[in-house]
C-alpha cells in the first residue's frame, strides 16, 4: 500500500516559504508585508496530510498570494452584490438560517444578504441521493442541485447563492465522501 503523503507528494512548506508565498511588496508597502510576516509566527504550521485528509490523496500545486490576487475572481458590483441564502431542507431551521444571514452580513458588509423560500430536496425528482455504503447516511447529488435546483434560480443580482442543507453532497457517482481511499 502507498502512503498518501507519497502518492499526492504533499510537502508541508516550511515557515520561511511560507512567509515567501505573500510575495514581494512595492517599497513603499515594505513594513505592511514585514507586518503580514511576523503576524505568521502566530500560527502553527500545516501538518503532514493523514488519513482522510484531502492532500492525502490528491496533488494540489500552491499558489502565493500574488498568483491569487492576479487572478480573474469575480468582483461585488453594485448590480451584482446579493448572497442569496437558499434552505434545501426541512431540517435546515429558520434559526440556522436567520444565524448564517446575521454572520454573513457582519462578514461581507458591502453585500446585501437575503433568504430565498426553502425548496426541499426530499421533494425534487430531478436530484438523485444514494446512501452512503460507509457511513450508511443520505447523500444528495451536489452537481444536480447546481443544475437542476439552484442555477435556474439565480436572479439578476445575485453574487453567490449558498444552498443550505444538513445532507452530505456528492459531485458525482464514482465519489464517497464518507470513506477516504487513495485507490480511487
Not at 517599497?27 to 493523514?50: A, H, N, T, V
Not at 453594485?78 to 436567520?98: A, D, G
Amino acid at each position: 500500500m502507498v502512503s498518501p503523503s507519497k502518492k499526492s507528494g504533499f510537502v508541508a512548506p516550511s515557515l520561511e516559504e511560507s512567509k515567501a508565498a505573500l510575495g514581494t511588496f512595492s517599497e513603499k508597502d515594505q513594513e505592511y508585508g514585514e507586518y503580514l510576516r511576523s503576524l505568521m509566527d502566530l500560527f502553527e504550521p500545516i501538518p503532514q496530510p493523514g488519513p482522510g485528509d484531502w492532500l492525502a490523496c490528491h496533488k494540489e500545486a500552491g499558489e502565493t498570494f500574488e498568483a491569487y490576487s492576479k487572478g480573474s475572481y469575480r468582483k461585488v458590483t453594485e448590480k451584482k452584490n446579493v448572497i442569496y441564502l437558499q434552505p434545501l431542507e426541512k431540517i435546515v431551521t429558520e434559526e440556522m438560517i436567520k444565524t448564517l444571514e446575521k454572520f454573513l452580513g457582519a462578514y461581507f458588509a458591502d453585500m446585501v444578504v437575503k433568504v430565498n423560500p426553502y425548496i426541499y430536496l426530499e421533494d425534487e425528482k430531478t436530484v438523485t441521493s444514494r446512501i452512503n455504503s460507509g457511513t450508511q447516511k443520505k447523500q444528495y447529488n451536489g452537481a444536480e442541485i447546481l443544475e437542476y435546483v439552484l442555477l435556474p434560480k439565480i436572479k439578476d443580482d445575485a453574487y453567490c447563492t449558498i444552498g443550505c442543507t444538513m445532507t452530505d453532497l456528492y459531485p458525482q457517482e464514482s465519489w464517497n465522501f464518507g470513506i477516504v481511499s487513495c485507490d480511487n
